[in-house]
């Protein structure tokens, strides 16, 4: 079966720029969305089509999606970012997630 | 502005079935996919399944295919999910997702609040 690798956590400093990668078997042949989480509330689409950002999602946040990784990198990262972040691809008409990266601003 | 509203928490025995409601308010229901997502206390997103809203064809993950439902009512903007034969290890918080345009990579653009379960002796 498909498999979304993610790494548990990422620091950054306030004002620097974070990059969460997600890792699968051709990812770049799929379609890749993003989603924020912020404790006791939920998911937020951030990322859409490797890298359209929907209305209202800041331009810090950006994506990208190549070979067998893709990437969601926040430009100028604010304290308001800290959170988990998961990856999503369809595969076989089933959504799959990563197991999630929790953002850390410090 | 389009709105998920999900039921309130349940608290079932080991055996029992939950079934969870997700009423869609702001647009038209039936232009939309449903998901469901689990989240385990402490741990990340887990796909269940959707129902295209039209149609009402439905997809599950082959981890609850043999006890979950999701099904929908038109006339009531709502999605449901049941889930049979519950264990302890089925408690967390389920949400449903709007795929709001079925189109390749757009992805789940609006969620309810969650529903929390809880599953106990």
């Known amino acids: 079966s498909y498999e979304l690798t993610q790494p548990p956590s990422v620091s950054v400093s306030p004002g620097q720029t974070a990059s969460i990668t997600c890792s699968g078997d051709?990812?770049?042949?799929?379609?890749v969305c993003w989603y924020q989480q912020k404790p006791g509330q939920s998911p937020v689409r951030v990322i859409y089509q490797d890298s359209k950002r929907p209305s209202g999602i800041p331009e810090r946040f950006s994506g990208s999606n190549s070979g067998n990784t893709a990437t969601l990198t926040i430009s100028g990262t604010q304290a308001m970012d800290e959170a988990d972040y998961y990856c999503?691809?369809?595969?076989?008409?089933?959504?799959?997630f990563g197991g999630g990266t929790k953002l850390t601003v410090l | 502005q389009v709105q998920l509203v999900q039921s309130g928490a349940e608290v079932k025995k080991p055996g029992a079935s939950v079934k969870v409601s997700c009423k869609a308010f702001g647009n038209t229901f039936t232009t939309n996919a449903i998901h469901w997502v689990r989240q385990a206390p402490g741990q990340g997103l887990e796909w269940m399944g959707w129902i295209n809203a039209a149609n009402g064809n439905t997809k599950y993950s082959q981890k609850f295919q043999d006890r979950v439902a999701i099904t929908r009512d038109t006339s009531a903007s709502t999605a449901y999910m049941e889930l049979n034969r519950l264990t302890s290890e089925d408690t967390g918080v389920y949400y449903c997702?709007?795929?709001?345009?079925?189109?390749?990579?757009?992805?789940?653009?609006?969620w309810g609040q969650g529903t929390t379960v809880t599953v106990s002796s």
């Open positions: 999503q691809v369809w595969g076989s008409s089933a959504a799959l």
């Open positions: 997702a709007r795929e709001g345009v079925v189109v390749a990579g757009y992805g789940m653009d609006v």
């Open positions: 051709k990812l770049g042949d799929r379609y």
